[in-house]
């Protein structure tokens, strides 16, 4: 146990490439998007054209799957200039459906982790992740670790303030909040902001909007295992 976690009193989750692998669903679509629209431009310009859309996107239409796919079609039908055929435009909304039938099969540690941290009951356990709602429900669902936490959360970003809403909610102070994630961005620097601590632990794959430059802090540990949280925690 690290000592440093005396003071614990809740452990956040993020979910998506914490929990279950995501990233790799979406990179696999994209790709595939690029493959559809191959005759029409260098997949390099096609995956600028691409993030382009999706951030003139997200003010309306946010994170996850249904976002992407829409920002895939705007952009096929952009950059080819109105001639993508109608079969084009299915095989890449097909490829975004599958995105969205994630099955969300726990990472290797996860089940071990969550169920070593409840069986303490030391913790208040929850979980915080950004996206679409009826999304994120049904990937927990499908996960089959919704029994694990005591508040699930899902929110349109992940600011200092949500952060220290949430903690408002489990009744603790932001010091005595731990969250764990993979994204610098997200799930660490809000947190230490407010003065809480954070696991990270990187994803094997990052989405280009989630990147930012990381930094040494006294509240942040890096791990390359979630089976980490519970050995610093027990």
Not at 43 to 69: I, V
Not at 146 to 167: A, N
Request: net charge negative; charged share 25%.
């Amino acid at each position: 146990m690290n000592t440093e976690y005396d003071n614990i009193k809740a452990v956040v989750f993020d979910a998506d490439d914490t929990l279950w692998s995501n990233e790799p669903l979406f990179r696999a679509a994209e790709q595939e998007c690029f493959d559809v629209l191959a005759e029409f431009g260098e997949r390099e310009w096609l995956a600028s054209e691409l993030f382009r859309t999706e951030m003139d996107n997200m003010p309306e239409l946010g994170y996850g799957s249904k976002a992407f796919c829409l920002s895939m079609i705007e952009t096929a039908v952009r950059v080819s200039g109105g001639r993508a055929t109608a079969g084009q435009i299915l095989r890449i909304e097909e490829a975004g459906r599958r995105i969205m039938r994630n099955p969300a099969i726990p990472l290797p540690g996860v089940v071990e982790t969550l169920t070593r941290l409840s069986e303490s009951g030391r913790y208040r356990i929850a979980l915080l992740t950004k996206g679409e709602l009826l999304e994120q429900e049904n990937k927990l669902r499908r996960s089959g670790l919704g029994h694990f936490f005591d508040l699930v959360d899902i929110v349109s970003e992940k600011i200092p303030e949500v952060y220290s809403d949430l903690c408002a909610r489990l009744g603790i102070t932001p010091s005595e909040m731990l969250m764990v994630g993979n994204s610098f961005k997200s799930d660490i620097d809000p947190v230490l902001k407010i003065g809480g601590k954070g696991i990270y632990i990187p994803a094997e794959m990052t989405w280009q909007h989630e990147i930012v430059e990381e930094y040494d802090h006294p509240g942040l540990l890096r791990a390359t295992s979630i089976v980490e949280v519970a050995h610093n925690l027990l």
